[in-house]
């Protein structure tokens, strides 16, 4: 299938068109990655996975670009994981490490982009699908959601969704997901922390867009600086946090945006961000 991927509704980009399982489209600030595959329940196959890392750090150091979502084509599933097609016994090691060599690439592009990325999950997301949105940094699912890490149900323990989602829920929750392969409702999700919000299906694009606009309305520039910092004090101990980020607001303070924030305050008006570093 043909993705388009808009700029702003301003241009259309032809180069795109080597992409057969993502469509993509940018309006005020906002880009859409929607996984669509459904014959294979968008598994995360190697194309798959190429498609979505295109799509997600293609120009981005493109001041208009403010959030990215990653959704998938309306099914009963998100994502259903890697294709086990792709890791069969006959593929051989080197195929196998390619495949998960590309999905660490994918989900360390995700953290590094400048921008936040958010999850929109209707349906199940299982295994790498799972960990593709514990990797996201927020996530919004609908009451119909369901996540799993099912692996050793087919003698492949989930240990690379494992590092996802044992940093967004706690570690008996993320045991229990790994070791049962049985799947946590959205509720489930929601109390543990591996979602943000759980709506109902027909409020889930406007939760959304409610999210996205408020990101949209900070500076680009401010948030950069800031979700950089937030994944790197998750390593620290934390005395060594406290310094860091205090070093970190000194920075932030020094920029254009963080000097007009300030400003704008006191004199009690809407502040200008110019989104310059």
């Known amino acids: 299938m043909l993705r388009i991927c808009l700029s702003n509704f301003r241009n259309v980009s032809t180069s795109s068109a080597r992409s057969k399982f993502t469509q993509c489209s940018e309006h005020d600030g906002i880009r859409n990655i929607v996984l669509n595959n459904p014959k294979t329940r968008n598994s995360l196959s190697l194309e798959m996975m190429s498609d979505i890392l295109g799509d997600l750090t293609r120009n981005l150091q493109d001041k208009s670009l403010r959030v990215i979502v990653l959704s998938s084509v309306e099914s009963p599933v998100f994502s259903a994981g ?11 090691k080197s195929a196998h ?15 590094e982009a400048p921008v936040p990325v958010i999850g929109k999950v ?19 699912c609908s009451t119909r959601s369901s996540f799993s890490t099912p692996g050793a149900n087919f003698g492949i323990f989930c240990s690379t969704p494992g590092v996802a989602v044992v940093r967004k829920v706690s570690r008996m929750k993320a045991a229990q ?40 309305s900070k500076s680009r520039a401010v948030i ?26 000194v920075k932030n ?25």
């Open 253 to 277: 303070l020094s920029q254009p945006d963080g000097q007009e924030g300030v400003k704008s305050f006191v004199e009690k008006r809407k502040p200008s961000w110019s989104h310059e570093k």
């Open 82 to 92: 890697h294709n086990l097609k792709e890791l069969t016994p006959e593929k051989g």
């Open 122 to 140: 209707d349906g199940l997301a299982a295994a790498a699908g799972c960990q593709l949105i514990a990797n996201c940094d927020l996530a919004i």
């Open 97 to 111: 490490r390619e495949v998960f060599q590309l999905a660490n690439k994918l989900m360390m592009s995700m953290i």
């Open 177 to 216: 997901m790994l070791f049962t392969g049985l799947p946590i409702s959205a509720q489930e999700a929601l109390t543990c922390g591996l979602v943000n919000g759980v709506v109902p299906p027909e409020e889930l694009d406007g939760e959304i867009e409610k999210i996205c606009q408020a990101i949209c």
């Open 224 to 249: 950069e600086l800031g979700k950089k910092f937030f994944y790197q004090q998750i390593e620290m101990g934390t005395k060594e946090a406290f310094e860091a980020a205090g070093e970190i607001m």
